[in-house]
Every structure is written in C-alpha cells, then in structure tokens.
C-alpha cells in the first residue's frame, strides 16, 4: 500500500491513498525528552502515536509562514518507517509562490536561474536561499506560469531525513489537491475554471486559465472566523487571480454548508445570481476529512501524476541499478566485453580513413595553394574546375565569391557566429547570432566594406541572452 506523508503544524503524519492514518510523529516541548518511535504492528493496524502532552498548533488562516520553523518541521528528523514513502506534501503556507510571464518563445527555454532573478524582483528572494519548481505553458505574449520555492534550509532538513530518501514526490499539497479536483470532472483541466477544495480543517482554491495556474491560496478555519467570511476572502482571492463568475465555472469539492456560503455571496459577483457550480458534494452523512488525510486522497486520485515536484535535478531521486540488474550481471557483463570489442574494432577502421582523409585534404590543400595563391579555400575541387575554365556555373563561381567574403568575416569580428546562408535570384541571405545588438551593426558594416556594396540588417531578435540577425545584399 503506498505511504504518503504530510506534515500539519509540528506533527508529521503518514497516511495510505485511502485517507487512513498510519503513523503520526510530534515532538516533544523539551529537547531532552525525545521519545523513540514505536510500532505495534504491521502497516495495517491502528496509527502509532508519538506525541506531546501538549496539543499542537493550528496553521494561521493568513497565508503567512510562521516563524517558528525550526520547530515546526523538527518531526521529519523522529520520522522512522521502514516502507518506502510515495510522496511527501508539504504545506502551502510554508512555501513561497508567485505566478510569472516571461517573453520567451517556449517553456524549454525556461530555467532555475531566470525564475529566481523573477522571484527576487517580485519578492526580493535571494537565489541561494530557495528551491524551485514550476507550470509553464504557451502563451500569446510569451510564456505564463506558476512557480513554488521551497526554503533551502527546509530542503537540506528533507534531504537529510529518511522520510524522503527513497521518496519520488516532494511537492506542495495545494498543487496535488487542486489538481486532483479538475481530475474527477473530465477534461476540466483544459478550460478556464476556479477550483475549490474543502476539508475539515479549511478551504483551498486556485484559477486556471487556458491551462494556466494564476494562482493558488490555502484559507484554514480559525477561531472567530466564520464560514461565510472565509467564503467572501476566498471569492476576493479568486477574483484576484482572474475569475470571472459569468464566464468561469467552479469545479472542485464541497460539503453543503461551504456551497450554502458562496451561494449567499454570489449576488455580489458581476450581477450573477448563481455560479456555475461543476463541484462534487460531499456526502451530508459523512463530515469532511482532515487536511492530511484529503491530501493523501488527492495524491492517489492522480496516480502518482502529481504536479510541481521538487525532486528534480540535482535532488532528482537516484535509482539504485545495481539492485535490478543482479540476476542479469553476467549476461551483461558479456554483452559488454562483446560492445568494447566492436568498439575498439570500428574505431581501429575508423582511425584508418581518417588518415587517409587527412592525407588527401593535406594534398588537395597543397594543390590549390599552388594553383591559386591567395584565394581564399572554401570549395577547392570546384574552384580548381572555375580556374580551369569549366565545371561550374556562373551562379555557383558568384557563390564561391560571397563565401570568401564571409571567411573573411568571420576572421576579423570573432563575436559572430553564422548558421545559415542562403543565395537565390541575385540576392544573398545570411543569418547568424552576436552578443548584443551595437555587434549587429558592426558586422554590417564590416561585411558592407569587405564586399564593397550596401549590406542591408533585416531583423534583429533577442534568443537566450544572445541577438538573431538576418542580412541580405545584391550578389
């Protein structure tokens, strides 16, 4: 059965995809008083409880880190379960989460450095202190996306604690939550919807728009804090991140004193009488189940498809192969020997053509210096046909020249980097990369005074740190 783990104020709490709980870890008040874990059992028998005399903190209902997280986060280092965890969620409120949009032509171009630099625009996050992961999609001006960070002295506590050792998911529970609701409604994801998630400890919500998360928020019941003023702060968020109650749907899950909440408010929204309700209601039977243990449902609902992992990278989970391959070692180690064989064969045949090449090169080379002395050497058997007086079309000898010219080039601005060339009805097209856009009107110019005619600059576009530019003249 997987295991999922959560952590819930100082508790750390493990649970099945099913919602049962089957370990719970909570430190002691006192360092000194550390309890050892127990376990009564197998897996499936009662929860196995290590706990203070005291009871644990509530999160605040702000989305807010608390400051004692030194503390908070004390119960991953007692977290001692010899079964594989599946997935580790952390708290939204424990993370920092920004949405973005950057100009780029498509999310691969995307990386941990340029959200950082985001992040320290928006937030003044330093780069050092943070871990990332995002969303991204396509969109008209560029790229949109969600990005969470994860605190780096919180990552080196996960890393150092079993929980985590084998765990192929370390993400926020938000994500895996809100998620798993646009799941049960078919094609859901895909749309423009607000997503709304309850359980017994508060609310969780988030909008998408044209498969993009503009944002996400945790709203948890407190003390003096009623149901119909959480639903009116969760309605202001949503509007926030981009709903629009006329034309959005609300997907999600719902018990029906939370829907009765929004339903009183909706008169407020744009003159809608009604939202477009697409929730799944919770049985008025059964309450609704804890943070955790809703957390734990969601994961398995998605199975193990669980969005915005932190595990990537150089914290990408490290598979131990030697396990696997045991039976087969062998076998493999024949196989081996026989690839290094073929290898060390090709390669013995390969370095004889290449001899052979260089040889020939070497004598083709010594030719055309001596038949043509101080011609630039682009296509020497084609330019030794043209000297000689055949061939070789004229449009071909005009491209030979252009070709000269951009040897030439290359040798005196070493910035430019050419990539492609192209020569039809009298015109030469040229492209190629510079570092900045004054080098873009250098080569011009350079090339303009080696050819000894007008070199016209078409274009320029900003790529990866670096300018694209097109150039075209009259052959």
């Known amino acids: 059965m997987p295991l999922i783990a959560g952590i819930d104020g100082k508790r750390l709490e493990i649970h099945d995809e099913t919602g049962e709980r089957r370990f719970v870890f909570e430190p002691p008040r006192q360092a000194d008083e550390l309890p050892e874990a ?7 028998a009662e929860a196995v409880e290590v706990q203070s005399d005291e009871n644990q903190d509530a999160f605040p209902s702000s989305d807010t880190p608390r400051s004692d997280d030194s503390e908070t986060l004390s119960a991953f280092a007692l977290c001692r379960v010899d079964a594989p965890m599946t997935a580790c969620l952390l708290p939204a ?24 630099q985001e992040l320290a625009d928006q937030a003044g996050a330093e780069e050092e202190d943070w871990w990332l992961s995002w969303q991204a999609e396509r969109a008209a001006d560029g790229v949109r996306g969600l990005v969470f960070a994860l605190p780096m002295d919180l990552k080196q506590e996960l890393t150092a604690a079993a929980v985590s050792t084998s765990c192929p998911y370390i993400g926020p529970d938000i994500a895996v939550r809100l998620s798993a609701c646009l799941v049960l409604q078919e094609g859901a994801g895909a749309h423009s919807a607000a997503v709304l998630d309850a359980d017994a400890d508060g609310l969780m919500l988030g909008v998408k728009v044209a498969g993009v998360w503009r944002g996400m928020r ?11 003023s959480l639903a009116h702060e969760a309605l202001a968020s949503l509007k926030a991140m981009g709903f629009d109650a006329a034309t959005m749907p609300l997907h999600g899950r719902l018990d029906t004193a939370w829907k009765q909440a929004f339903d009183a408010l909706a008169g407020g929204m744009g003159g809608e009488s009604a939202f477009d309700w697409q929730v799944v209601l919770a049985d008025a039977e059964s309450s609704l189940a804890g943070r955790l ?7 398995g609902r998605l199975g193990g498809d669980a969005p915005l992992n932190f595990r990537h990278g150089a914290w990408a989970l490290q598979t131990d192969w030697s396990k696997r391959i045991g039976p087969w070692r062998r076998s493999a180690a024949l196989l081996a020997g026989l690839v290094l064989l073929a290898i060390g064969h090709d390669a013995w045949q390969l370095q004889r053509l290449e001899s052979r090449e260089q040889a020939t090169r070497a004598a083709i080379e010594q030719a055309f210096h001596r038949a043509l002395p101080g011609v630039a050497m682009i296509d020497p058997m084609l330019q030794l046909r043209q000297a000689a007086g055949g061939g070789a079309s004229g449009d071909a000898w005009k491209f030979i020249r252009e070709l000269e010219a951009i040897t030439q080039l290359g040798k005196q601005e070493s910035n430019f980097k050419p990539q492609n060339i192209a020569y039809a009805d009298g015109e030469v097209l040229l492209g190629g990369m510079v570092p900045d856009f004054a080098a873009a009107n250098r080569i011009r110019d350079a090339l303009a005074s080696i050819l000894g005619r007008k070199v016209d600059l078409l274009d320029t576009d900003l790529n990866d740190k670096q300018v694209r530019i097109r150039l075209r003249w009259s052959s």
């Open 38 to 44: 127990v376990d009564t059992g197998p897996l499936d």
């Open 93 to 116: 409120e424990r993370l920092l989460q920004r949405p973005f949009s950057l100009p780029f032509e498509h999310p691969r171009f995307i990386d941990a450095n340029t959200l950082a």
């Open 218 to 228: 945790r709203l948890n019941c407190a003390a003096g804090r009623s149901m119909q």
């Open 293 to 299: 243990a809703a957390n734990a449902m969601a994961f």
